[in-house]
């Protein structure tokens, strides 16, 4: 359950499903830290030690959700 994890961390996992949705493929780096601040990064490599995303470096876009079912559950902690 994300419960476990930092508000920022939360808006930067739920921008990535959103993301995924809507473009069909994943956020980059650079993306996800125009999206959300300046920690942005420092929260996703939280999101890849806890499991909720894998990363493939040295691949664009190697994001992956492995629990995309949270959408939902983002959906309602976090606010825009």
Known sequence: MPNDLHPS???VLCFIG???KEQECAPSQAEIKAACG???LVHLRELEMRGYL???PG???GL???KPGL???LAQK???
């Open 38 to 40: 300046p920690w942005a």
């Open 64 to 66: 992956k959700m492995l």
């Open 71 to 73: 959408k939902l559950i």
């Open 9 to 11: 961390a939360l808006r």
């Open 54 to 56: 894998e990363h493939h």
């Open 18 to 20: 959103d993301y995924f």
């Open 78 to 80: 976090v606010k825009p």
């Open 59 to 61: 691949r664009h876009r």
